[in-house]
């Protein structure tokens, strides 16, 4: 029995936001001070380190789940199947709906009976449902469908990561430059003829010091605190976790499937920090004693920023359509999915294309 990714589709928005919009914003540190440095300044060093040139919001009338439904048809298109077979949609997502103008998140009901519902399913026996996960929740969500398939519970799951940051950043904090919207979906479906199928898998969360790495809190302008919150991160914490954990982690799950490292053809990892993910990568096959091939870790951040639970889908679907200059993926081929967020949260998938 094979599990195979027979569909897949993405939203990127329109609306691209540069660096250079970022120029005129009142930047203050965590205690509220002003930083000593001109924009202009502020901006060089974090395109160096993230890599990070432009990112993309969506339009004002949208919010996640109509992004998410967007992406949801267009790999339901691509997999050629009826929407009325579907056994599961699993909607990875972390702040719900959230309209323009407000910072009040809407999950009720959840997201994936939004995207079920934008996509007129009416057989009942398709349950819909949400994963919570941090920037992880599209692997989770990846994992959890091949559980259900394995376990004889569904045979047709339709996995979407869909979010949009820009409705949830603090305008004065530096980070806030990072976070952009998108969506990512596939349609995973068990194929006894194929070979294609998901090897191995991992999960794993930290919580005893890492829970709150990533939070919500109060804008970095103390004038503007009261009751909004938005998303907030101790940036140099996270970067100390990753590398000190999702490379192991990584590893665990190649050897577990009983996949050679030679194999690997590609490393789909989520879109975080540009310097972040190298070192990882790096870190990784160095566990091997071996360097990283050229070209393994398809990159998205420097155009596209990182839209969390969308970052892994969305660049699978541009090298496997042929739209990421540089990368191609071929039937037979082994690539790792692997993620890291709030949680803290670790997963990787290995799966055989």
């Known amino acids: 029995m094979g599990i195979q990714i027979t569909g897949i589709g993405s939203f990127i928005p329109s609306k691209i936001a540069s660096n250079k919009g970022f120029e005129n914003h009142d ?5 509220g001070s002003p930083f000593g440095h001109e924009n202009e300044v502020i901006i060089k060093k974090f395109k160096a380190i993230t890599g990070i040139e432009e990112r993309r919001y969506i339009k004002d009338k949208l919010v996640t789940s109509e992004i998410a439904h967007f992406a949801a048809e267009k790999a339901i298109d691509d997999a050629d199947i009826d929407k009325e077979t579907l ?13 323009h103008g407000t910072r009040q998140s809407d999950t009720v009901p959840s997201l994936a009976s939004r995207v079920k519902h934008l996509l007129r399913i009416k057989n009942p ?3 819909a449902y949400d ?8 692997v989770e969500g990846m994992i959890q469908a091949q559980a259900f398939m394995k376990a004889g519970m569904a045979k047709k799951c339709l996995v979407v990561g869909a979010e949009a940051l820009s409705r949830v950043i603090d305008q004065h904090d530096r980070d806030s430059m990072i976070y952009s919207d998108g969506a990512g979906a596939v349609v995973l479906e068990i194929n006894e003829s194929s070979e294609s199928d998901i090897l191995g898998h991992c999960s794993a969360t930290y919580t005893y010091d890492e829970a709150h790495f990533i939070y919500f809190g109060e804008s970095n302008n103390h004038r503007l605190n009261g009751a909004n919150r938005y998303i907030k991160m101790y940036g140099r914490k996270i970067y100390e976790f990753a590398l000190s954990n999702v490379p192991k982690a990584m590893k665990d799950c190649l ?10 053809k590609k490393v789909f990892i989520h879109q975080a920090n540009e310097k972040m993910d190298e070192a990882i990568i790096a870190r990784f096959y160095k566990l091997y004693g071996i360097e990283p091939p050229e070209n393994v870790m398809p990159m998205t951040i420097d155009k596209l920023g990182n839209s969390s639970v969308a970052t892994v889908p969305t660049v699978y679907d ?11 993926v071929s039937k037979g081929d082994i690539v790792i999915f692997a993620s890291v967020g709030a949680g803290m949260n670790i997963n990787a998938i290995v799966y055989r294309i």
Do not use: M
């Open 125 to 127: 026996s398709c349950v």
């Open 87 to 99: 056994d599961y949609i699993i909607v990875a997502h972390n702040y719900g709906d959230v309209k």
């Open 255 to 264: 050897d577990q499937s009983g996949v050679g490292i030679e194999e690997v």
């Open 27 to 31: 930047f203050y540190d965590q205690d």
């Open 131 to 138: 994963v919570l996960f941090g920037c992880p929740g599209w």
């Open 318 to 328: 541009l090298v496997v359509k042929g739209k990421l200059t540089g990368h191609e």
